[in-house]
């Protein structure tokens, strides 16, 4: 396993490398701003936001590894799981009206502060302090999608009045470099927790810097800002209201609830799968993200005017994938007949699938929901989605080690048929509907906007 995730990062990463040479060369990335005074108020936000994302990135490797360490069992560590899943839930619902009122600023700091005592928790080697660091997580995680993108488009479009066809802009190239982070911090992670030795409590402690840089220059740099107070119920019952009153949107929450769920159980169990071989998780943790990435690129290619494939077809084309990743699994798995090359492979293909997913769903989902009720029905999907991923977690923890896996990976193979027959069931719905559609090329040339 230890040459197997080596070839495969590098070979990922010359693919990744490949793919996006192929995107500038048929100009797929965005035109860059030339303006001296947004580059700088955009350099500002990503100095922050890059931060926060690099703190957050290096706990990925190494969280079950750590659990393990401690000499948890898997049961113990699934309930450490399903309390970040509740506390995601919880946190999730009120995060948007938290930020609001508290303040964009302060909620970056906020989010700061909560993730760098998650992180030391990981110190302790009590069920109970492990418990509440992963509670603190899921506040944390929730600050950092809502907090972070709420105060840079408030900031973009009140305070410095820059075009609204720049934000997209800035978050196509946050997207990039998202990837580009995470490929780097397995690599840092390994590089601490394995080759220097230091065990896997290491990417923990190294994520504190990054967590504090980030509050100090969010605190210097940038002004505060606060959104329009909302009452929570008024959001949620309109959210359910759209959710209820069009059918595009409740299947695509039935998508999303499917699919997004088996993910967070392919993010529990693919180190109880892969460990037992002593693979270098740091590299296989990048692999998986320069795995992600290509598909994100692939994505960005077969919607160009070149290929001109349509999100709906991407979107069916990455469950799809997904279900014969899980189907593979289920045999790669089998107690006395693993095979972890096999497994290895089944979760890059995972991996490309989620590159190719969530563009594919975010397109979906802005065109389908109406932007006033975008966080009301955003609330509703994330329901059913970590209750699914929770009762994972519980079944599992229920479960014999070996054949619970095994039965996991059956159970999401079956999710993933009725994630599919609901994708069918959108395509019939919205075959017709050209809004739903990237515009054809003559379209596209003729709705361009100036260079900026």
Known sequence: MLLTAYVAFAVLLAICLGLEFSACRAKLTVSACTNPVFLRFQLDYYQVYFLALAADWLQGPYLYKLYQHYH????QIAIIYVCGFASSVLFGLVSTSLVDRLGRKKSCILFSL??????LTKLSWDYFVLVVGRVLGGLSTALLFSAFEAWYVHEHMERHDFPAEWVPATFSRAAFWNNVIAIGAGVTANFFAEWLGLGPVAPFMVSIPFLMLTGIFAMKNWDENYGKKRALSKTCIDGLKCLLSDRRVLLLGAIQALFESVIYIFIFLWTPVLDPHNPPLGIVFSSFMAASMAGSSLYRIATSKRY?????????????MVFFSLFMLTFSTNPGQENPSESFLAFLLIELSCGLYFPAMGFLRRKVIPEKDQVGVMNWFRIPLNLLACLGMLILHDSDYKTGTRNMFTICSVMMVMAL???????TVVRNNAELKVPSPQVQNELSSPEL
Not at 114 to 119: G, N, P, Q, R
């Open 72 to 75: 948890f069992l898997e049961g």
């Open 114 to 119: 909560t993730y760098s005592v998650c992180c």
């Open 308 to 320: 001109h494939l349509q999100p709906m077809h991407i979107l069916s084309l990455s469950v799809l």
């Open 421 to 427: 027959l609901a994708v069918v069931s959108l395509f």
